[in-house]
């Protein structure tokens, strides 16, 4: 029986292995094609985490329309591809709307060249790539570092402000905050749909797991027989 259950483990673990080389085979071929990480019928919703309400209408001008813990939701209603562009039509529920009513609908036009990323709700995949090459052609009120879009601005009272954005895998932002000159937090949103990122360092942690079972399995059995 332990032999069986060890062969069971081996056997997983190099499926594993194999479906992380598989991973990397695909990315390679697909590199420079950039595609929408999401299907359609995707819920989305986002919540008011920290908000300095005072510095808020300070920097910007007007007073925010949330207050802290507030939410809004997305639901993606259809994703369609063109020659240069995605078009996600999207149902939109703002902040103290009501969810039992029929939301809003908007329709995003999303060019697949990164160079023209326009400040986009969402990022095409593979997230990383998408971003680097956003980064090598960006203006210099940009930065681009792994999942994350960093942007410096004015506001239209004439006050410094940073904006992040930080993207999970499939291109949705899960973070997005907004600073003051002096790195002081005006407002952070963050996504109640945060997944784990399925890439080497999980699979990683997987083999690990898995080795780490099997040892356990060989000590056990060492202990019976010993008494």
């Known amino acids: ?20 080389f598989c991973l990397n085979v695909k990315a390679e071929e697909e590199e420079d094609t950039y595609d929408v990480g999401f ?12 908000l300095d309400a ?3 209408k300070l920097i910007f001008g007007f007073e925010p329309n949330f207050e802290k813990g ?27 709307s009501d969810w039992g009513v029929p939301g809003e609908e ?11 990323y326009d400040d986009y709700l969402y990022c095409l995949t ?3 790539d998408y971003i680097a090459a956003f980064g090598e052609n960006a203006t210099s009120e940009y930065t681009a570092h ?31 905050a907004y600073y003051d000159e002096y790195d002081q937090i005006l407002v952070k949103v963050e996504g109640t749909f945060r997944i784990v990122p399925f890439g080497l360092y999980f699979i990683g942690f997987m083999v690990a797991g898995i080795i780490g079972t099997i040892i356990l399995i060989l000590r ?6 010993k008494n």
């Open 1 to 20: 029986m332990l032999q069986k259950n060890i062969r069971i483990l081996i056997f997983l673990l190099l499926c594993i292995i194999a479906f992380s």
């Open 126 to 128: 593979p997230i990383e």
């Open 54 to 56: 005072s510095t808020f």
């Open 106 to 116: 908007f329709s995003l036009n999303m060019y697949k060249d990164p160079s023209r």
């Open 220 to 225: 056990n059995k060492r202990y019976s027989t």
């Open 146 to 176: 792994g999942n994350t879009i960093t942007k410096r601005a004015v506001s239209d009272v004439g006050k410094d402000y940073r904006w992040d954005k930080e993207y999970d895998i499939r291109g949705i932002p899960v973070v997005e």
């Open 70 to 96: 507030d939410q809004i939701k997305i639901i993606i209603r259809d994703v369609r591809e063109f020659t240069l562009t995605y078009i996600i039509n999207y149902e939109f529920w703002d902040y103290k």
């Open 39 to 50: 299907d359609v019928g995707t819920e989305l919703i986002w919540e008011v985490k920290e």
